[in-house]
């Protein structure tokens, strides 16, 4: 059983920066794929990010590409979301996910086995 933390969300004015903590614990974390999702309200759950054992990421969506950076760090056991320039729309619960398959481009929430209890952003304007 794989249990995840998020840490770091917060309140942050429009074309600032967060990153995102996501700390593993109670299983072999290099053998797990990790994502990042995030929920606002009324919407549902969608894929942001995701990177391999190996630190090859999955292309992001047009909504956070060239903004959003994910990465890792199998040693700490952590994955990050280093987000900037900001956006309102960007506000929501952020997820990490872990998942068993290695596949590349995995980015649906039915694929994933685990997941921490979210951290909220709020993005002002």
């Known amino acids: 059983q794989v249990q995840l933390v998020e840490s770091g969300g917060g309140l942050v004015q429009a074309g600032g920066s967060l990153r995102l903590s996501c700390a593993a614990s109670g299983g072999t974390f290099s053998n797990f794929a990790m994502g990042w999702f995030r929920q606002a309200p009324g919407k549902e759950r969608e894929f942001v990010a995701r990177?391999?054992?190996?630190?090859?990421?999955?292309p992001y969506p047009d909504s956070v590409k060239g903004r959003f950076t994910i990465s890792r760090d199998n040693a700490k056991k952590t994955v990050y979301l280093q987000m900037n320039s900001l956006k309102p729309e960007d506000t929501a619960v952020y997820y990490c996910?872990?998942?068993?398959?290695?596949?590349?481009?995995?980015?649906?929430?039915?694929?994933?086995?685990?997941w921490g209890q979210g951290t909220q952003v709020t993005v002002s304007s």
């Open positions: 996910a872990a998942d068993r398959r290695n596949a590349w481009n995995r980015i649906y929430v039915e694929q994933y086995d685990y």
């Open positions: 990177i391999s054992w190996n630190g090859a990421s999955t």
